[in-house]
């Protein structure tokens, strides 16, 4: 079955640098990797998404890189500011649309 | 506005008593899912549903139910709460080969 690992339990960047929040997985059959936000006391906000037959996406202050053939995916946050401070979650869906969640990553952005 | 929504957001209740959770959401998604959150663990899937009158177990059915019979709502049944149900309960719905949307969240507590 999938499993999600989970690289760095904490993060901690001074604003204006830039983060990079890692994730590993077991199932190469998975075919579409998610990151999600979540701030305390809200459900998990959608960031950017991938699907596998691309190895890297780029959204606003965002990039997904995928690197199927180790299994990895890692998320960059460019210019951290305060407001990215959250818990980030990669997912990866299986069969079935079924996602699997890693443990997250709590990122602490100090002023 | 585009939404998920659940209820009640808060409840305390005892052992024993049985409890419905609400979610509906209204922009007509197919798939429909609900995970619990648990500080260590993450979020790990309950059941999820597929369309109308299609559900299936996730990683921790035990002590769940729900039905789908509207394609909006996916309620969360506990016939008969214990106090290691008391969780941080989400609801999600995503097209099936897309996002999935988040509720904001219903904190459950079993006495």
């Known amino acids: 079955g999938e499993s999600v690992g989970l690289h760095l339990p904490t993060l901690s960047v001074q604003e204006g640098d830039n983060s990079i929040i890692n994730c590993a997985y077991s199932?190469?059959?998975?075919?579409?990797f998610i990151w999600y936000k979540q701030e305390s006391g809200k459900g998990p906000q959608f960031i950017i998404d991938?699907?596998?037959?691309?190895d890297k996406r780029q959204g606003q202050r965002v990039t997904v890189l995928l690197n199927k053939t180790v299994k990895h995916l890692s998320l960059q946050i460019a210019a951290t500011q305060p407001g990215d401070s959250a818990v980030y979650f990669c997912?990866?869906?299986?069969?079935?649309?079924?996602?699997?969640f890693g443990k997250g990553t709590l990122l602490t952005v100090n002023p | 506005e585009a939404q998920v929504t659940q209820n009640p957001r808060y409840l305390i209740t005892v052992t024993g008593k049985k409890l419905t959770v609400t979610c509906s959401q209204n922009?007509?998604?197919?798939?429909m899912s609900w995970y619990r959150q648990d500080p260590g663990l993450g979020l790990r899937q309950i059941y999820y549903?597929?369309?109308?009158?299609?559900?299936d177990k996730g990683d921790v059915p035990e002590g769940y139910k729900v039905s789908r019979k509207e394609k909006r709502n996916f309620p969360l049944i506990l016939e008969s709460p214990s106090p290691n149900q008391t969780s941080l309960y989400f609801c999600?719905?995503?097209?099936?080969?897309?996002?999935?949307?988040f509720g904001p969240g219903t904190r459950l507590t079993v006495l």
């Open positions: 199932n190469s059959a998975s075919d579409y």
């Open positions: 991938i699907r596998s037959n691309m």
């Open positions: 549903s597929m369309n109308v009158e299609v559900t």
């Open positions: 997912a990866l869906r299986g069969s079935n649309y079924k996602l699997t």
């Open positions: 999600a719905s995503s097209l099936k080969d897309n996002e999935q949307f």
């Open positions: 922009m007509n998604h197919e798939y």
